[in-house]
T-cell receptor, first 116, second 111 residues
C-alpha cells in the first residue's frame, strides 16, 4: 500500500507564475488535508477536502490560493501569481475518515516551493 | 479554539539518556493526539496516536501519555540514540479534523 504521494518534490517558480502542487492520498483514503510550513515556522493548516467537496478552508489565504479534490485523480493545490512569501514546504496528509478518534493522518514527503 | 504548545523548544542530551518531551493543549475535548517526527528537509512520520479513551501508547522505546483533564501529553524516549535526533511535533485535532500543531521540540542526541 503506497503512502501519500506528492509531486513535484521541488518546484521553482518566478514571481507572478502559477504553482500547481499534486497530492495522491493513500489507497482507500477519501480525506485530504493541506498544510504549509514556512521557513523557521510551524506547520499550519490550510484546507481540508473530501472528494469533490471543500470541508474547511479556514487556513487558506483569501486570494491566489485554491484547492480541489476531484472525483478522479489527485488533489491539487494551486497558487496563482506567486510571490516570494509563498516559498515554503507544502504538505499533504490523508486519512480514512475525518473525525474518528482512531483516525491517523498520514503525511506525504512535501513539495518545497521556491519563488525567485 | 485549539492551541498547542511544546516545551522545551530545543533539547540536547548525551546518548543513552531517557528524556521527556512535553505538549499542552487548550481544548480538552480533543478526541485524539498525535506525535510526529520530522527530520531536516523531510516530511512527517507518525510515531504514536493516543485516542481520548486511552491514557498511553507505546511503540518500542517510545511511550506517549495523554491527560485530557490537565490538557497535557508527554512523549517519553528511553535510552536515546543519535538516530533519534530530529524535531518532534505533537498535534491535536479540531472538531473538523484538521490538526493543530505545536512548534516542535528539536532534539539532538550526542554520541
Amino acid at each position: 500500500n503506497a503512502g501519500v504521494m506528492q509531486n513535484p518534490r521541488h518546484l521553482v517558480r518566478r514571481r507572478g507564475q502559477e504553482a500547481r502542487l499534486r497530492c495522491s492520498p493513500m489507497k482507500g483514503h477519501s480525506h485530504v488535508y493541506w498544510y504549509r510550513q514556512l521557513p523557521e515556522e510551524g506547520l499550519k493548516f490550510m484546507v481540508y477536502l473530501q472528494k469533490e467537496n471543500i470541508i474547511d478552508e479556514s487556513g487558506m489565504p483569501k486570494e491566489r490560493f485554491s484547492a480541489e479534490f476531484p472525483k478522479e485523480g489527485p488533489s491539487i493545490l494551486r497558487i496563482q501569481q506567486v510571490v516570494r512569501g509563498d516559498s515554503a514546504a507544502y504538505f499533504c496528509a490523508s486519512s480514512a475518515s475525518g473525525t474518528r478518534e482512531s483516525d491517523t493522518q498520514y503525511f506525504g514527503p512535501g513539495t518545497r516551493l521556491t519563488v525567485l | 479554539k485549539q492551541e498547542v504548545t511544546q516545551i522545551p523548544a530545543a533539547l540536547s542530551v548525551p546518548e543513552g539518556e531517557n528524556l521527556v518531551l512535553n505538549c499542552s493543549f487548550t481544548d480538552s475535548a480533543i478526541y485524539n493526539l498525535q506525535w510526529f517526527r520530522q527530520d531536516p528537509g523531510k516530511g512527517l512520520t507518525s510515531l504514536l496516536l493516543i485516542q481520548s479513551s486511552q491514557r498511553e501508547q507505546t511503540s518500542g522505546r517510545l511511550n506517549a501519555s495523554l491527560d485530557k483533564s490537565s490538557g497535557r501529553s508527554t512523549l517519553y524516549i528511553a535510552a536515546s540514540q543519535p538516530g533519534d535526533s530530529a524535531t518532534y511535533l505533537c498535534a491535536g485535532p479540531s472538531n473538523t479534523g484538521k490538526l493543530i500543531f505545536g512548534q516542535g521540540t528539536t532534539l539532538q542526541v550526542k554520541p
